[in-house]
Protein backbone atom coordinates (compact mmCIF):
# COMPACT_ATOMS: atom_id res chain seq x y z
CA UNK A 1 0.00 0.00 0.00
CA UNK A 2 1.53 4.02 -1.05
CA UNK A 3 0.26 6.36 1.45
CA UNK A 4 -1.03 9.41 -0.58
CA UNK A 5 0.30 12.42 -0.32
CA UNK A 6 -1.94 15.13 1.34
CA UNK A 7 -4.60 12.24 2.95
CA UNK A 8 -4.37 10.93 6.24
CA UNK A 9 -6.38 8.55 7.94
CA UNK A 10 -7.50 7.89 11.79
CA UNK A 11 -9.57 5.57 13.37
CA UNK A 12 -11.32 4.84 16.74
CA UNK A 13 -13.18 3.10 18.86
CA UNK A 14 -16.78 4.68 18.99
CA UNK A 15 -18.62 1.31 20.44
CA UNK A 16 -21.01 0.93 17.86
CA UNK A 17 -20.26 -2.42 16.54
CA UNK A 18 -18.50 -4.08 19.64
CA UNK A 19 -16.41 -2.87 22.67
CA UNK A 20 -12.84 -1.96 21.61
CA UNK A 21 -12.92 -2.52 17.95
CA UNK A 22 -12.77 0.53 15.64
CA UNK A 23 -15.60 1.43 14.10
CA UNK A 24 -15.15 5.43 13.01
CA UNK A 25 -12.80 6.71 10.72
CA UNK A 26 -11.84 10.50 9.84
CA UNK A 27 -10.09 11.08 6.63
CA UNK A 28 -8.32 14.23 6.34
CA UNK A 29 -7.83 16.39 2.98
CA UNK A 30 -5.12 18.72 2.10
CA UNK A 31 -6.35 22.49 1.48
CA UNK A 32 -7.79 22.97 -1.84
CA UNK A 33 -8.22 18.88 -2.61
CA UNK A 34 -11.19 17.95 -4.78
CA UNK A 35 -13.71 15.20 -4.46
CA UNK A 36 -15.73 13.69 -6.60
CA UNK A 37 -18.40 11.13 -5.68
CA UNK A 38 -21.21 8.62 -6.65
CA UNK A 39 -24.20 7.51 -4.29
CA UNK A 40 -26.91 5.36 -3.95
CA UNK A 41 -29.90 5.36 -6.62
CA UNK A 42 -31.72 3.89 -3.41
CA UNK A 43 -34.89 6.33 -2.88
CA UNK A 44 -34.49 5.19 0.77
CA UNK A 45 -31.44 6.93 0.64
CA UNK A 46 -29.25 7.00 4.23
CA UNK A 47 -29.23 10.79 5.92
CA UNK A 48 -25.66 10.65 5.45
CA UNK A 49 -25.83 10.12 1.30
CA UNK A 50 -28.12 13.02 1.35
CA UNK A 51 -26.23 15.43 3.54
CA UNK A 52 -22.60 14.31 1.87
CA UNK A 53 -24.60 15.28 -1.59
CA UNK A 54 -25.55 18.46 -0.47
CA UNK A 55 -22.24 19.18 1.20
CA UNK A 56 -20.21 18.34 -1.52
CA UNK A 57 -22.23 20.89 -3.62
CA UNK A 58 -20.65 23.64 -1.61
CA UNK A 59 -17.16 23.72 -2.13
CA UNK A 60 -14.09 21.83 -1.35
CA UNK A 61 -13.85 18.86 1.65
CA UNK A 62 -11.53 19.10 4.00
CA UNK A 63 -12.75 15.94 5.85
CA UNK A 64 -14.65 12.60 5.37
CA UNK A 65 -16.39 10.69 8.50
CA UNK A 66 -17.39 7.36 8.32
CA UNK A 67 -19.18 4.95 10.64
CA UNK A 68 -19.66 1.54 10.95
CA UNK A 69 -22.20 -0.68 12.71
CA UNK A 70 -25.35 1.79 11.97
CA UNK A 71 -26.15 2.88 8.64
CA UNK A 72 -28.38 6.10 9.56
CA UNK A 73 -31.08 4.78 7.07
CA UNK A 74 -34.84 4.30 7.89
CA UNK A 75 -34.15 7.10 10.19
CA UNK A 76 -36.38 10.39 8.75
CA UNK A 77 -35.71 13.90 10.29
CA UNK A 78 -34.44 12.99 13.39
CA UNK A 79 -31.89 11.14 11.13
CA UNK A 80 -30.72 13.58 9.17
CA UNK A 81 -30.34 15.82 12.09
CA UNK A 82 -28.23 13.29 13.92
CA UNK A 83 -25.47 13.04 10.68
CA UNK A 84 -25.73 17.46 10.83
CA UNK A 85 -24.78 17.12 14.55
CA UNK A 86 -22.13 14.64 14.63
CA UNK A 87 -20.87 16.76 11.48
CA UNK A 88 -20.95 19.79 13.45
CA UNK A 89 -18.83 17.92 16.29
CA UNK A 90 -16.35 17.29 13.68
CA UNK A 91 -16.04 20.42 12.33
CA UNK A 92 -15.81 22.44 15.60
CA UNK A 93 -13.17 19.92 16.96
CA UNK A 94 -11.01 20.34 13.99
CA UNK A 95 -12.12 24.05 13.32
CA UNK A 96 -13.16 23.64 9.48
CA UNK A 97 -16.62 24.31 8.26
CA UNK A 98 -19.65 21.86 8.70
CA UNK A 99 -20.19 22.41 5.04
CA UNK A 100 -16.62 20.58 4.60
CA UNK A 101 -17.31 17.86 6.34
CA UNK A 102 -18.87 14.34 4.22
CA UNK A 103 -20.20 11.82 6.49
CA UNK A 104 -20.63 7.89 5.82
CA UNK A 105 -22.68 5.73 7.49
CA UNK A 106 -22.57 1.56 7.03
CA UNK A 107 -24.51 -0.92 8.92
CA UNK A 108 -28.14 -1.97 10.58
CA UNK A 109 -30.70 0.15 8.91
CA UNK A 110 -33.57 1.88 11.33
CA UNK A 111 -31.75 2.12 14.22
CA UNK A 112 -30.86 5.95 15.50
CA UNK A 113 -27.54 6.80 15.26
CA UNK A 114 -25.52 6.86 18.27
CA UNK A 115 -24.21 10.12 18.20
CA UNK A 116 -22.73 10.49 21.68
CA UNK A 117 -20.65 7.83 21.52
CA UNK A 118 -19.25 9.29 17.87
CA UNK A 119 -18.49 12.46 19.43
CA UNK A 120 -16.49 11.18 21.92
CA UNK A 121 -14.53 9.04 19.58
CA UNK A 122 -14.31 12.05 17.39
CA UNK A 123 -10.56 13.40 19.00
CA UNK A 124 -9.23 10.02 19.31
CA UNK A 125 -9.75 9.45 15.67
CA UNK A 126 -8.30 13.14 15.11
CA UNK A 127 -5.32 12.09 17.42
CA UNK A 128 -4.34 8.62 14.97
CA UNK A 129 -4.51 10.54 11.71
CA UNK A 130 -1.35 9.68 9.51
CA UNK A 131 -0.94 9.19 5.97
CA UNK A 132 -0.12 5.05 6.75
CA UNK A 133 -3.46 4.59 8.18
CA UNK A 134 -5.54 2.84 4.91
CA UNK A 135 -5.39 -0.42 6.74
CA UNK A 136 -6.65 -0.02 9.88
CA UNK A 137 -9.30 2.34 8.21
CA UNK A 138 -10.34 -0.23 6.03
CA UNK A 139 -10.81 -2.46 8.68
CA UNK A 140 -12.31 -0.22 10.90
CA UNK A 141 -15.47 0.16 7.91
CA UNK A 142 -16.10 -3.73 7.23
CA UNK A 143 -19.37 -4.96 8.84
CA UNK A 144 -19.74 -8.26 7.76
CA UNK A 145 -16.83 -8.29 5.55
CA UNK A 146 -14.15 -11.05 6.50
CA UNK A 147 -11.06 -8.99 5.67
CA UNK A 148 -9.94 -5.64 4.76
CA UNK A 149 -10.01 -4.36 0.76
CA UNK A 150 -7.40 -1.99 -0.44
CA UNK A 151 -5.43 -1.65 -3.38
CA UNK A 152 -2.35 0.39 -4.69
CA UNK A 153 -1.24 1.94 -7.66
CA UNK A 154 2.37 3.60 -8.86
CA UNK A 155 3.87 5.48 -11.42
CA UNK A 156 5.75 8.14 -12.76
CA UNK A 157 5.57 11.45 -15.03
CA UNK A 158 8.60 13.10 -15.85
CA UNK A 159 10.52 11.40 -12.92
CA UNK A 160 7.52 12.65 -10.32
CA UNK A 161 5.54 9.67 -8.71
CA UNK A 162 2.06 9.85 -8.95
CA UNK A 163 0.04 7.73 -6.26
CA UNK A 164 -3.38 6.32 -6.73
CA UNK A 165 -4.61 4.34 -3.14
CA UNK A 166 -8.10 3.11 -2.22
CA UNK A 167 -10.38 0.77 0.23
CA UNK A 168 -13.22 -0.25 0.18
CA UNK A 169 -16.02 -2.20 2.45
CA UNK A 170 -18.61 -4.85 1.16
CA UNK A 171 -20.05 -8.27 1.30
CA UNK A 172 -23.72 -8.58 1.11
CA UNK A 173 -26.74 -6.27 0.12
CA UNK A 174 -24.24 -5.74 -3.18
CA UNK A 175 -26.00 -4.92 -5.85
CA UNK A 176 -24.47 -1.39 -5.95
CA UNK A 177 -25.84 0.25 -9.31
CA UNK A 178 -23.39 3.43 -8.62
CA UNK A 179 -20.78 2.20 -7.06
CA UNK A 180 -20.16 -0.03 -4.23
CA UNK A 181 -21.52 -0.29 -0.23
CA UNK A 182 -18.43 2.19 0.52
CA UNK A 183 -15.02 3.11 -1.33
CA UNK A 184 -12.70 5.53 -0.56
CA UNK A 185 -9.94 5.85 -3.27
CA UNK A 186 -7.10 8.80 -3.64
CA UNK A 187 -4.21 10.25 -5.48
CA UNK A 188 -1.84 12.88 -4.96
CA UNK A 189 -2.54 14.65 -8.56
CA UNK A 190 -4.14 17.81 -8.73
CA UNK A 191 -7.15 17.29 -11.02
CA UNK A 192 -10.08 19.64 -12.52
CA UNK A 193 -13.15 19.11 -10.63
CA UNK A 194 -15.41 17.88 -14.07
CA UNK A 195 -12.61 15.79 -15.19
CA UNK A 196 -12.02 13.48 -11.54
CA UNK A 197 -15.85 13.30 -11.49
CA UNK A 198 -15.42 11.97 -14.92
CA UNK A 199 -12.74 9.82 -14.62
CA UNK A 200 -14.36 7.94 -11.33
CA UNK A 201 -17.84 7.43 -14.14
CA UNK A 202 -16.16 5.99 -16.21
CA UNK A 203 -14.37 3.57 -13.53
CA UNK A 204 -17.35 2.10 -11.41
CA UNK A 205 -19.07 1.47 -14.35
CA UNK A 206 -17.20 -1.86 -15.35
CA UNK A 207 -15.70 -2.26 -11.49
CA UNK A 208 -18.52 -1.39 -8.93
CA UNK A 209 -21.81 -1.38 -11.12
CA UNK A 210 -20.82 -4.74 -12.60
CA UNK A 211 -20.95 -6.50 -9.48
CA UNK A 212 -23.68 -8.66 -7.70
CA UNK A 213 -23.78 -10.93 -4.42
CA UNK A 214 -27.46 -10.82 -3.30
CA UNK A 215 -28.80 -7.96 -6.22
CA UNK A 216 -30.40 -5.82 -3.26
CA UNK A 217 -28.62 -2.10 -3.28
CA UNK A 218 -27.80 -0.78 -0.09
CA UNK A 219 -29.40 2.89 0.96
CA UNK A 220 -25.86 4.09 2.03
CA UNK A 221 -23.71 3.29 -0.72
CA UNK A 222 -21.41 5.79 -1.65
CA UNK A 223 -17.92 5.83 -3.66
CA UNK A 224 -15.40 8.84 -3.15
CA UNK A 225 -11.82 9.44 -5.41
CA UNK A 226 -10.21 12.30 -3.98
CA UNK A 227 -7.31 14.78 -5.32
CA UNK A 228 -5.06 16.16 -3.09
CA UNK A 229 -3.44 18.35 -5.11
CA UNK A 230 -0.19 18.21 -4.04
CA UNK A 231 1.85 16.65 -6.17
CA UNK A 232 4.93 18.96 -8.14
CA UNK A 233 2.88 17.79 -11.33
CA UNK A 234 0.67 20.71 -12.99
CA UNK A 235 -3.30 20.21 -12.25
CA UNK A 236 -4.84 17.98 -14.73
CA UNK A 237 -6.74 19.85 -17.13
CA UNK A 238 -7.34 17.96 -20.40
CA UNK A 239 -8.20 14.44 -20.74
CA UNK A 240 -6.01 13.95 -23.76
CA UNK A 241 -3.44 14.78 -21.70
CA UNK A 242 -0.81 11.51 -21.07
CA UNK A 243 -0.31 12.13 -17.01
CA UNK A 244 -4.61 12.01 -17.13
CA UNK A 245 -4.49 8.02 -19.78
CA UNK A 246 -2.31 7.06 -17.24
CA UNK A 247 -4.28 8.25 -13.69
CA UNK A 248 -7.48 6.93 -15.12
CA UNK A 249 -6.06 3.66 -16.02
CA UNK A 250 -4.64 3.52 -12.38
CA UNK A 251 -8.18 4.38 -10.94
CA UNK A 252 -9.53 1.70 -13.45
CA UNK A 253 -7.27 -1.06 -12.00
CA UNK A 254 -7.54 0.43 -8.39
CA UNK A 255 -11.68 -0.34 -8.67
CA UNK A 256 -11.61 -3.28 -10.68
CA UNK A 257 -9.22 -4.91 -8.27
CA UNK A 258 -11.50 -4.17 -4.93
CA UNK A 259 -14.73 -4.98 -7.02
CA UNK A 260 -13.34 -8.13 -7.50
CA UNK A 261 -12.39 -8.33 -4.09
CA UNK A 262 -16.37 -7.47 -2.93
CA UNK A 263 -17.26 -10.32 -4.88
CA UNK A 264 -15.09 -12.92 -3.34
CA UNK A 265 -15.91 -12.01 0.03
CA UNK A 266 -19.88 -11.95 -0.50
CA UNK A 267 -21.15 -13.40 2.19
CA UNK A 268 -21.04 -17.02 2.69
CA UNK A 269 -19.15 -17.55 -1.07
CA UNK A 270 -17.37 -20.22 -2.37
CA UNK A 271 -16.88 -18.81 -5.72
CA UNK A 272 -16.26 -16.07 -7.74
CA UNK A 273 -17.63 -16.54 -10.99
CA UNK A 274 -17.66 -13.53 -14.17
CA UNK A 275 -20.53 -13.78 -16.72
CA UNK A 276 -19.50 -12.36 -20.27
CA UNK A 277 -22.56 -12.03 -22.50
CA UNK A 278 -21.38 -11.69 -26.25
CA UNK A 279 -22.41 -10.55 -29.77
CA UNK A 280 -25.65 -9.15 -27.81
CA UNK A 281 -27.67 -6.16 -30.25
CA UNK A 282 -26.61 -3.51 -27.16
CA UNK A 283 -24.91 -3.33 -24.03
CA UNK A 284 -28.28 -2.62 -22.54
CA UNK A 285 -29.80 -5.99 -23.59
CA UNK A 286 -26.02 -7.86 -22.69
CA UNK A 287 -26.34 -6.52 -19.25
CA UNK A 288 -29.69 -8.03 -19.01
CA UNK A 289 -28.67 -11.20 -19.49
CA UNK A 290 -25.95 -11.16 -17.92
CA UNK A 291 -27.74 -10.09 -14.67
CA UNK A 292 -30.57 -12.43 -15.10
CA UNK A 293 -27.86 -14.79 -15.00
CA UNK A 294 -25.80 -13.63 -11.98
CA UNK A 295 -28.76 -13.06 -10.01
CA UNK A 296 -30.81 -16.42 -10.45
CA UNK A 297 -30.94 -18.57 -6.86
CA UNK A 298 -31.22 -21.52 -8.83
CA UNK A 299 -27.72 -20.59 -11.00
CA UNK A 300 -25.93 -19.37 -7.82
CA UNK A 301 -27.12 -22.48 -5.62
CA UNK A 302 -25.68 -24.82 -8.64
CA UNK A 303 -22.65 -23.15 -8.25
CA UNK A 304 -21.93 -24.04 -4.66
CA UNK A 305 -22.85 -27.26 -5.30
CA UNK A 306 -20.18 -27.62 -8.83
CA UNK A 307 -23.70 -28.74 -10.70
CA UNK A 308 -23.51 -27.85 -14.74
CA UNK A 309 -27.16 -28.07 -14.29
CA UNK A 310 -26.87 -25.88 -17.86
CA UNK A 311 -30.92 -25.99 -18.39
CA UNK A 312 -30.87 -23.34 -15.64
CA UNK A 313 -28.18 -20.85 -17.54
CA UNK A 314 -30.06 -21.42 -20.37
CA UNK A 315 -33.46 -20.68 -18.80
CA UNK A 316 -32.04 -17.29 -17.58
CA UNK A 317 -31.27 -16.21 -20.82
CA UNK A 318 -34.54 -17.20 -22.03
CA UNK A 319 -36.32 -15.18 -19.74
CA UNK A 320 -34.20 -11.58 -19.72
CA UNK A 321 -36.67 -10.15 -21.90
CA UNK A 322 -35.01 -10.36 -25.36
CA UNK A 323 -37.86 -10.20 -27.84
CA UNK A 324 -37.57 -12.26 -30.89
CA UNK A 325 -34.14 -14.19 -29.70
CA UNK A 326 -33.29 -17.09 -32.08
CA UNK A 327 -32.62 -20.15 -28.93
CA UNK A 328 -30.97 -22.09 -31.93
CA UNK A 329 -28.00 -19.64 -32.37
CA UNK A 330 -27.04 -19.55 -28.21
CA UNK A 331 -24.08 -20.97 -27.26
CA UNK A 332 -22.84 -20.84 -23.44
CA UNK A 333 -19.63 -21.88 -22.43
CA UNK A 334 -18.08 -22.69 -18.77
CA UNK A 335 -14.39 -21.62 -18.83
CA UNK A 336 -13.72 -23.40 -22.84
CA UNK A 337 -16.34 -26.16 -22.01
CA UNK A 338 -18.95 -25.54 -24.88
CA UNK A 339 -22.18 -26.70 -22.89
CA UNK A 340 -24.89 -25.49 -25.18
CA UNK A 341 -24.66 -25.28 -29.54
CA UNK A 342 -27.39 -24.22 -31.14
CA UNK A 343 -29.52 -23.67 -28.46
CA UNK A 344 -29.23 -27.68 -27.63
CA UNK A 345 -27.03 -29.19 -25.42
CA UNK A 346 -23.31 -29.09 -27.30
CA UNK A 347 -22.55 -32.75 -29.08
CA UNK A 348 -19.48 -33.09 -27.15
CA UNK A 349 -20.29 -31.81 -23.85
CA UNK A 350 -19.97 -33.95 -20.62
CA UNK A 351 -20.84 -33.27 -17.63
CA UNK A 352 -17.75 -34.65 -16.29
CA UNK A 353 -15.97 -32.02 -18.09
CA UNK A 354 -18.55 -29.27 -16.92
CA UNK A 355 -18.30 -30.02 -12.98
CA UNK A 356 -14.56 -29.94 -13.36
CA UNK A 357 -15.03 -26.20 -14.60
CA UNK A 358 -17.38 -25.73 -11.75
CA UNK A 359 -15.59 -26.95 -9.46
CA UNK A 360 -13.10 -24.06 -10.00
CA UNK A 361 -12.48 -21.01 -7.21
CA UNK A 362 -12.66 -18.98 -10.18
CA UNK A 363 -14.29 -19.11 -13.97
CA UNK A 364 -16.03 -18.03 -16.63
CA UNK A 365 -19.63 -18.29 -17.73
CA UNK A 366 -20.07 -17.71 -21.65
CA UNK A 367 -23.37 -16.43 -23.74
CA UNK A 368 -23.08 -15.77 -27.59
CA UNK A 369 -26.50 -14.55 -28.51
CA UNK A 370 -25.63 -13.95 -32.48
CA UNK A 371 -27.72 -11.20 -32.51
CA UNK A 372 -24.96 -8.29 -32.77
CA UNK A 373 -21.37 -6.81 -31.03
CA UNK A 374 -22.06 -5.81 -27.87
CA UNK A 375 -21.02 -7.42 -24.87
CA UNK A 376 -20.99 -7.07 -20.98
CA UNK A 377 -19.75 -8.54 -18.36
CA UNK A 378 -20.72 -8.79 -14.79
CA UNK A 379 -18.98 -10.37 -11.80
CA UNK A 380 -21.51 -12.82 -9.47
CA UNK A 381 -20.55 -15.34 -6.46
CA UNK A 382 -22.41 -18.51 -5.40
CA UNK A 383 -25.04 -18.74 -2.83
CA UNK A 384 -24.28 -20.92 -0.02
CA UNK A 385 -25.55 -21.85 2.86
CA UNK A 386 -23.62 -19.31 4.70
CA UNK A 387 -25.33 -16.32 2.79
CA UNK A 388 -28.80 -17.60 5.30
CA UNK A 389 -27.03 -18.16 8.40
CA UNK A 390 -25.01 -14.28 8.27
CA UNK A 391 -28.20 -12.82 7.10
CA UNK A 392 -30.47 -14.40 9.26
CA UNK A 393 -28.06 -13.63 12.39
CA UNK A 394 -27.07 -10.19 11.15
CA UNK A 395 -28.67 -8.58 13.95
CA UNK A 396 -28.93 -11.39 16.29
Not at 100 to 105: D, E, G, I, K
Not at 160 to 179: E, L
Not at 213 to 230: E, F, K, P, R, Y
Not at 296 to 305: E, Q
Request: charged content about 25%.
Amino acid sequence: MHAVPGVRLGSAAAGIKAPGRDDLVVIELAEGAECAAVFTRNAFCAAPVALARSHLRQGSPRLLLVNSGNANAGTGRQGRQDALNICQDLARTAGCGVEQVLPFSTGVIGEDLPVERLRQAIPEALADLEPGGWERASRAIMTTDTHPKLASRRFEIDGAPVIVTGMAKGSGMIRPDMATMLAYLATDLAVESSLLQACLAAAVKPSFNSITVDGDTSTNDACVLIASGVSSLPPVTDADAPVYTRFAQAVRDVCMELARDIVRDGEGATKLVEVVVEQAADEEEARDVAYTIAHSPLVKTALFASDPNWGRILAAVGRAGLEELAIDRVEIWLDDVCIVHNGGRAPDYTEQAGALVMSRREFTIRVSLDRGSANARVLTCDLSYDYVRINAEYRT
